[in-house]
């Protein structure tokens, strides 16, 4: 069984003065490239399978590339989770605090 997160692209907040980004699971990394651009901005970001791949996805299997060593990955930037747990318990870590 798969679960398809496709639906789940939004990008919900973009605050690019502090730095912020709040997005559903299945947003697209290009997508996120294409709102950070605009403000000469970037989510240091490059697993393999490049910007096809989803936010969550690439949080949920640690993908990561060569830009890892200098700015870490992607769990590593998060600053607040919420996700459904196997059983169906929401849950969540941390916070949108900067």
């Known amino acids: 069984m798969a679960l398809d997160l496709?639906?789940?692209d939004a990008i919900l907040e973009y605050n690019p003065e502090d730095l912020?980004?709040?997005v559903?699971?299945?947003?697209?990394?290009?997508?996120v490239r294409r709102a950070l651009v605009a403000r000469r901005q970037l989510?240091?970001?490059d697993p393999p399978g490049g910007g096809?791949?989803?936010?969550?996805?690439?949080a949920a299997t640690h993908a990561h590339g060569p830009l890892r060593a200098k700015y870490r990955s992607i769990?590593?930037?998060?600053l607040g989770v919420r996700f459904v747990q196997a059983d169906?318990?929401?849950?969540?870590?941390?916070?949108?605090v900067v």
């Open 20 to 22: 912020t980004l709040s």
């Open 75 to 78: 769990r590593d930037l998060l």
């Open 24 to 31: 559903q699971a299945g947003v697209r990394l290009d997508a």
């Open 52 to 58: 096809a791949r989803t936010l969550g996805g690439i």
């Open 6 to 8: 496709g639906r789940l």
């Open 88 to 96: 169906g318990v929401v849950t969540w870590g941390g916070a949108r």
């Open 43 to 45: 989510l240091p970001v």
